[in-house]
């Protein structure tokens, strides 16, 4: 294997496969976990004012000082879920999770969460613009088709964005390296 060729298969590691699990997994650091265990269709929020849900369940609101100087933030939640034998392989249970500060919604997202045992959902980074006391409302859309013993959440700060660019770069150059090794095995088996 040429010199090159080995630069450009360790560069396309790095830049794509490495990079990308670093920001997706390794990222920030982790500043909070909170357990939340109490479903109900309403709740009081910090302020005193009633959090109603209509198409679901939701989880105890979670209280969060959230400050730009720990930028970009990710919310993961773990799910501790059983299947029950009657649910399909593809059950599960879709969420929405919504940042308020005060009565503004900031951030909110959907997401799905299946599987057995613990399923963890990490939300893409989120970017806080004023410091300040925010609440995290977790609701349950529709009708649960896993049962959920308790969810975990851990707020990471600090988390590296991802630069799609980058990582499509380095799977380019491990493509072309991996082109280079297969054509030069191709050609020392035709000169034989």
Same mark, same amino acid.
């Given at each position: 294997?040429?010199?090159?060729?080995?630069?450009?298969?360790?560069?396309?590691?790095?830049?794509?496969?490495?990079?990308? %699990?670093?920001?997706?997994?390794?990222?920030?650091?982790?500043?909070? @976990?909170?357990?939340?265990?109490?479903?109900?269709?309403?709740?009081?929020?910090?302020?005193?004012?009633?959090?109603?849900?209509?198409?679901?369940?939701?989880?105890?609101? %979670? &209280?969060?000082?959230?400050?730009?100087?720990?930028?970009?933030?990710?919310?993961?939640?773990?799910?501790?879920? &059983?299947?029950?034998?009657?649910?399909?392989?593809?059950?599960?249970?879709?969420?929405?999770?919504?940042?308020?500060?005060?009565?503004?919604?900031?951030?909110?997202?959907?997401?799905?969460?299946?599987?057995?045992?613990?399923?963890?959902?990490?939300?893409?980074? @989120?970017?806080?613009?004023?410091?300040?006391?925010?609440?995290?409302?977790?609701?349950?859309?529709?009708?649960?088709?896993?049962? %959920?013993?308790? %969810?975990?959440?851990?707020?990471?700060?600090?988390?590296?964005?991802?630069?799609?660019?980058?990582?499509?770069?380095?799977?380019?150059?491990?493509?072309?390296? &991996?082109?280079?090794?297969?054509?030069?095995?191709? &050609?020392?088996?035709?000169?034989?």
């Amino acid at each position: 294997m040429k010199p090159p060729t080995l630069l450009l298969i360790v560069l396309g590691t790095i830049f794509g496969p490495v990079y990308f %699990v670093y920001c997706e997994y390794l990222s920030g650091e982790t500043a909070e @976990m909170h357990t939340l265990t109490e479903r109900a269709d309403r709740w009081e929020l910090p302020d005193g004012a009633i959090l109603r849900f209509r198409g679901g369940l939701g989880y105890r609101p %979670v &209280a969060l000082e959230l400050t730009p100087e720990l930028n970009l933030y990710r919310f993961r939640f773990i799910f501790d879920a &059983a299947r029950t034998e009657a649910s399909s392989k593809d059950a599960g249970n879709d969420y929405q999770m919504s940042l308020l500060q005060g009565d503004l919604g900031i951030f909110e997202r959907s997401f799905r969460a299946t599987g057995n045992g613990t399923v963890a959902v990490a939300l893409d980074p @989120m970017e806080i613009l004023y410091r300040g006391s925010y609440v995290l409302v977790l609701e349950e859309v529709g009708l649960p088709q896993l049962q %959920v013993a308790a %969810v975990k959440l851990e707020v990471r700060t600090k988390v590296e964005k991802m630069r799609m660019w980058v990582v499509w770069g380095g799977l380019v150059m491990l493509a072309f390296g &991996a082109a280079i090794i297969i054509r030069d095995l191709v &050609a020392q088996s035709l000169k034989k």
